[in-house]
Structures are given as C-alpha cells and as structure tokens.
C-alpha cells in the first residue's frame, strides 16, 4: 500500500497521560499536514511541514502539542497531558509540493479517546 | 477570519433523488476549492475547482464553481445507497500568513434510503 499510513488507529488514553501518533506520507511528498476532526465537524488544521520545517502552526496547537518530521519523510504529533477534550481523530495528508492546487492525500486517521 | 460554511449540515432523502450541497467560502489568497467524500474513514478526493462556471463531472457528481459570489454546489443525480457519507468542502489558499493549507466546512451528511 502506498498511501498515507498512521498508526495506531486507535488509542485510549487516561487524562493527563502522553500519546504519540505516527505518519508515514506517500513518498516523494514533501507536503505534511496534520488535522483534527471532532464528531460533527469538518477537519480543522494543526500544523504543516515543508520537508522538515515546520512552517505552519495553528493557534489550536496548544504547548502541549508538538509536532516533527525530523529527517523529512515520516512525522510525529505528541500530546503531553491529554484532556478530555483531546478526543479526536487526528488525521495526517501529504501532497507534493510541485502541485500548488490544495488536493491532499489524507491517511486513515488515528482516533484518541481520553478517558 | 476565514471561513467555509457548508449547508445543509444534514440531509435525508430516497434512492433515486438528486441531491444539491451548498459550500459558501470567505478567504483571502483564494486557489482552489476542493469536494471530498467522507465514509467511517479518510476524506477521498473528489473535485478540484479553479475557474468560474465550469462544470467538473464524474459520473452521478458534479461540481461547479462561482468566484464572484464565492459558493460552490455539489450536485449527485440518482443517489444509491452507496452516497451516504460525509461531503466536506474546502477550500485552499496561499499566501499572507499562510504556506498554503485547506481550510474545511464542517461538513454535510447525505443519508440516501432505500
């Protein structure tokens, strides 16, 4: 499969622990976002990377969000001290940055339920 | 603030209708308005639009753009069962502030019945 990979799928977590969501982009896709989406709405953005420079940060991203993409291919989204409020999918797509037209290749999501 | 507000948020009909999704945008460094189609999964591709009055089509879908007074519609002939889902407009702009990101509506859900 070539498509946008991201693991785990799924993860519950106890208020205040710390999760990690991996991304792995089609390859060749210098274009990395991540997204949040909450039942009922539409994907909000988190944060985009060029390579891996972070270029784009939302306010929603709070100090305890960080995200990387340390060597340009796959990246990671960590939330420290999760809140309830934290549940979410987390989606991640790629694009390659030759193609200035917006289409994004999104990944299956990984969903975080935080008890 | 920019922003893309899709209507109806939610709609019901029966196989065979012909349905129309509204998506009305406000954003500065306009490019591209995007339609994709959400199951229980990943949002999938479905139309790009760039230039005003020029339908795009793909079989019972289509899509048409309006840059003067910034909507687009997303209309599904003879709806199947297989059509319900989550449509999500977005639109992607570039510029000022921003490198480049979509920004979505939140969304309409189609139910199609049998």
């Known amino acids: 499969d070539t498509g946008v990979s991201q693991n785990p799928r799924h993860k519950i977590t106890k208020r205040g622990q710390n999760v990690t969501f991996r991304c792995d982009p089609i390859?060749?896709?210098?274009?990395l976002y991540w997204y949040r989406q909450t039942l009922g709405q539409g994907p909000e953005f988190l944060t985009y990377?060029?390579?891996?420079?972070?270029?784009?940060k939302s306010r929603l991203l709070s100090d305890r969000f960080s995200a990387e993409r340390p060597k340009g291919s796959f990246s990671t989204l960590e939330i420290q001290r999760t809140e309830q409020g934290d549940s979410a999918m987390y989606l991640c797509?790629?694009?390659?940055?030759?193609?200035?037209?917006?289409?994004?290749?999104f990944g299956e999501g990984s969903r975080l339920t935080v008890l | 603030e920019d922003k893309v507000v899709q209507s109806p948020l939610s709609l019901v009909v029966h196989e065979g209708d012909t349905v129309t999704l509204n998506c009305s945008y406000e954003?500065?460094?306009?490019?591209?308005l995007l339609w994709y189609k959400q199951e229980k999964k990943a949002p999938t591709f479905l139309f790009m639009l760039?230039?005003?009055?020029i339908e795009k089509k793909s079989g019972r879908l289509s899509s048409i753009l309006d840059k003067k007074e910034l909507f687009s519609i997303l209309n599904i002939t003879a709806t199947q069962t297989g059509d319900s889902a989550i449509y999500l407009c977005?639109?992607?702009?570039?510029?000022?502030?921003?490198?480049?990101?979509?920004?979505f509506g939140q969304g309409t859900i189609l139910t199609v019945h049998p």
């Open positions: 797509a790629s694009s390659p940055s030759t193609v200035y037209t917006g289409e994004l290749f």
């Open positions: 390859s060749e896709h210098n274009r």
């Open positions: 990377f060029q390579n891996e420079a972070q270029l784009e």
């Open positions: 954003v500065t460094n306009f490019r591209s």
């Open positions: 760039t230039s005003s009055g």
């Open positions: 977005a639109v992607y702009y570039a510029g000022g502030t921003s490198y480049g990101k979509l920004t």
